[in-house]
């Protein structure tokens, strides 16, 4: 049980960063809403406390693309 609550902790820890970095290059959001990642290597889904988090991310060869207002990765 320790292992699990250990590993909890770690994932939690490790994903953290990205959000903040995600967060920092995107304003607020307001949801249900979806963005392509600045780099266009995947996209962003506004969650319900307002931040953005990490959709996803796209194929290779392929980048995120905005078609009418949602992230494709085309």
């Not at 990642?37 to 980048?63: F, Q, R, Y």
Request: net charge positive; proline share 11%; aromatic share 8%.
């Amino acid at each position: 049980m320790k292992f699990f609550a250990v590993l909890a902790l770690a994932t939690a820890a490790i994903a953290a960063p990205s959000d903040v970095t995600l967060n920092a290059r995107h304003p607020q959001c307001t949801p249900p809403q979806y963005a392509c990642k600045p780099d266009a290597s995947g996209w962003l889904v506004c969650n319900v406390d307002g931040t953005w988090l990490n959709g996803g991310v796209c194929p290779l060869k392929t980048t995120c693309k905005p078609i009418n207002n949602l992230p494709y990765c085309v």
